[in-house]
């Protein structure tokens, strides 16, 4: 009986890796480091817009004693931004206004160290500043990108301002006022507003004698205080003058 005849052998299911050049590879790693870049990018953009939260929480910690001398200070740059002392470049965060005395606080932060200088400018007609620090930002606000470039720095110091930026109709706060002028003096016999508290303050009008604010509550970010504050008269307004409204809705 003749042997059955042989079954043809099934073709190979795994085909060979194909070979790729070092030219190719070294492309794929340019790009897989592109990609990490950007990504990294991209989270320290997020984390920039957490700077103004993350930096009052450290200050409503902190109690400062003098300010730095001149030669522990930042300073100008060759280049016209703000350095460390040590030469690292820093981005400056608005923290606040003090509209009607012309003082007002920044954050210079240094993305090398994760660390901020407080700068305060106190509205003197000398222009007087005094700087305090350095501190360190909380972990979850510490960015990656420790040597950013010149754009990269732009771009995450307008991340950190823009974030806080609260846009309110001029025409819609007009209307308000005028209706609370109408009221009398009880109009503006609400609660003071702590700065600490403060999320944005924006000037509105001004009509001689007082200076018309509207103020947004870091706990309250949907409804506004109407701030009133007699910056006509012989003496310059304190920290602590003023009138305040009841909050409102502007919706």
């Not at 042989?6 to 070294?26: D, E, H, V």
């Not at 984390?47 to 100008?76: I, S």
């Not at 003090?98 to 003197?124: I, R």
Request: hydrophobic share 35%; net charge positive.
């Amino acid at each position: 009986m003749p042997p059955p005849p042989k079954k043809p052998r099934a073709a190979a299911s795994k085909q060979a890796p194909l070979k790729t050049s070092p030219r190719q590879a070294a492309k794929a790693l340019r790009e897989d480091a592109l990609a990490s870049s950007q990504l990294a990018r991209q989270r320290d953009l997020r984390v920039a817009a957490t700077f103004k939260a993350a930096v009052e929480e450290v200050l409503v910690r902190v109690k400062f004693g003098k300010p730095l001398e001149a030669d522990a200070a930042p300073r100008p740059g060759p280049e016209g931004q703000l350095v460390a002392p040590n030469g690292d470049p820093l981005l400056r965060l608005k923290l606040c206004d003090g509209v009607e005395t012309g003082s007002s606080q920044y954050a210079l932060v240094n993305p090398k160290t994760n660390q901020f200088y407080k700068e305060d400018n106190l509205g003197h007609p000398l222009h007087l500043t005094n700087l305090y620090g350095p501190l360190s930002l909380p972990r979850g606000s510490q960015l990656n990108e420790k040597k950013p470039t010149r754009d990269e720095l732009r771009q995450l110091e307008r991340a950190a301002n823009a974030a806080h930026k609260t846009s309110l109709p001029k025409s819609a706060l007009l209307v308000v006022l005028a209706k609370l002028l109408r009221q009398g003096p009880a109009a503006f016999a609400g609660q003071a507003i702590r700065k600490t508290d403060t999320l944005s303050e924006t000037v509105f009008k001004k009509e001689h004698p007082f200076t018309y604010t509207a103020l947004v509550r870091k706990d309250d970010p949907s409804r506004v205080v109407i701030k009133r504050v007699m910056t006509g008269g012989f003496l310059p307004a304190g920290p602590s003058d003023g009138d305040y409204s009841q909050p409102f809705s502007l919706k």
